[in-house]
């Protein structure tokens, strides 16, 4: 029981701290695009990069939303499966970001961490969520 209370302040925490990873990576939107591009790169391709990671980051804080409105809710805060799955999803996502920024990896890479990182708990927080509030009963 000790190591279930454990979960939900570890969740909190590595959701908070994607969340600011993905704020960090909004004020640095220009230097990376710039490391994604060749050196000598054309405005269409700078301007198809910035409106790719601009749309990725928008909707990825949009699923934050989503997860903070079912987490905070009571939706799925006392939900094991849930919650570990969450923390080691945005757990994976701080470290994948982290050098993402500071290594300057390429921006397609972002859609991998994006798709297994925000998507995935984003709609297993939704099935939570329609499952407690539509059936009246949790996973």
Known sequence: MKAFKSLIPARFLVLVAHLVIVI????????????????????????SQRTLLIVLLSITLG??????????????????????????AHAGACVALSFYLFDQWDCGLYGYIFGFCSVLPAVTETTVIISVAAFKRGF
């Open 63 to 88: 699923m934050f939303l989503l997860e903070l409105i079912g987490f905070v809710g009571g939706f799925s805060m006392f939900n094991s499966t849930q919650s570990l799955l969450s923390i080691g």
């Open 24 to 47: 960090t990576m909004f004020w640095s939107l220009d230097q990376n695009i710039q490391a994604c591009l060749p050196v000598s790169y054309t405005t269409d391709q700078y301007s």
